[in-house]
């Protein structure tokens, strides 16, 4: 049975950090596509991060450079590394594992002073 638990969100001032995870189990972790996105209020659910089988990720032009993808195979956990947070970075925070239907619960980010 598939399991995703999502945690690490909460309030942050402009330019803090944060670490999201995604704790999985009935999985194949290791060759598993994965991906953040995130749905900011009154916008549609974007892609921002995805970790592509086993080395490779990719990032949109917004968070590169200051997100960071990860995946920690021994815990089977997926984290986005979130650095120099901005106030549109504002939004709730989703993994998935890419191509399915196996969704994170989403948890809730706010960037403010």
């Known amino acids: 049975q598939v399991h995703v638990v999502e945690s690490g969100g909460g309030l942050v001032q402009p330019g803090g950090s944060l670490r999201l995870s995604c704790r999985f189990s009935?999985?194949?972790?290791?060759?598993?596509?994965m991906a953040w996105h995130r749905q900011a209020p009154g916008k549609q659910r974007e892609l921002i991060a995805k970790?592509?089988?086993?080395?490779?990720?990719d990032y949109q032009d917004d968070v590169k450079g200051r997100f960071t993808i990860e995946k920690d195979y021994d815990n089977m956990t997926l984290y986005l590394q979130m650095n120099n947070l901005k106030p549109e970075d504002t939004a709730v925070y989703y993994c998935?594992?890419?191509?399915?239907?196996?969704w994170g619960q989403g948890i809730q980010v706010t960037v403010s002073s």
């Open positions: 970790f592509i089988g086993d080395t490779e990720t």
């Open positions: 998935q594992v890419w191509g399915t239907t196996i």
């Open positions: 009935g999985i194949f972790f290791r060759l598993s596509t």
